[in-house]
């Protein structure tokens, strides 16, 4: 059964061409279902990484930045 705004419509009585790109839209709509769930997960685990860090900062690896002194990214 495929639904849109202009009514519900029997896939089956439909053209193997319109068949065709019914199952094709299932599979997107499933794999776009399975990235939005992954994204929640990696999402979830970076928020719960970035806690992990925030709980384990010290003091004395803290970079105290001078404006005169030149900055290096490692």
Known sequence: IYTN??????????????KQAFQLLLEVNNEVNGLNRRLSVLQAAGLHLNTVMQEHLDESALIINDENSETKED
């Open 5 to 18: 705004e202009s009514g519900t419509y029997d896939v089956q009585q439909l053209s193997d061409e319109a």
